[in-house]
């Protein structure tokens, strides 16, 4: 098992920046993949970036060069947030990846970020 807690969600205007975190506790070393999603009522869960043990990293074409993930060892993910825009108000969810870039099974509780125009 692996509990997963968000922080660092909040309010800016747009062009802002914000920067989240995630702790992981638990079975860190079962870790492989951890990731960045978001959600905005009424749509689904969608990836905003995602960092593998070996640090390779995805990002989503809507925050290619203004999002920046982290990991700075099992226990901790980070997203920089620059250049930030109205749409990408939603709450954002760290989740974890034993085995696959495409499976997240733990979930933390997710922290909201709400981008005034």
């Known amino acids: 098992q692996v509990q997963l807690a968000e922080s660092g969600g909040g309010f800016v205007q747009a062009g802002g920046s914000l920067s989240l975190s995630c702790a992981a506790s638990?079975?860190?070393?079962?870790?492989?993949?951890m990731a960045w999603f978001r959600q905005t009522p009424g749509r689904p869960r969608e990836l905003v970036a995602t960092?593998?043990?070996?640090?390779?990293i995805v990002y989503a074409d809507s925050v290619k060069g203004r999002f920046t993930i982290s990991r700075d060892n099992a226990n901790t993910l980070r997203l920089q947030m620059s250049s930030l825009r109205p749409e990408d108000t939603a709450v954002y969810y760290c989740?974890?990846?034993?085995?696959?870039?495409?499976?997240?099974?733990?979930w933390g509780e997710g922290t909201q970020v709400t981008v005034s125009p």
């Open positions: 960092i593998s043990h070996s640090d390779k």
């Open positions: 638990g079975n860190v070393f079962s870790i492989d993949y």
């Open positions: 989740g974890v990846s034993t085995y696959s870039v495409l499976d997240y099974m733990y």
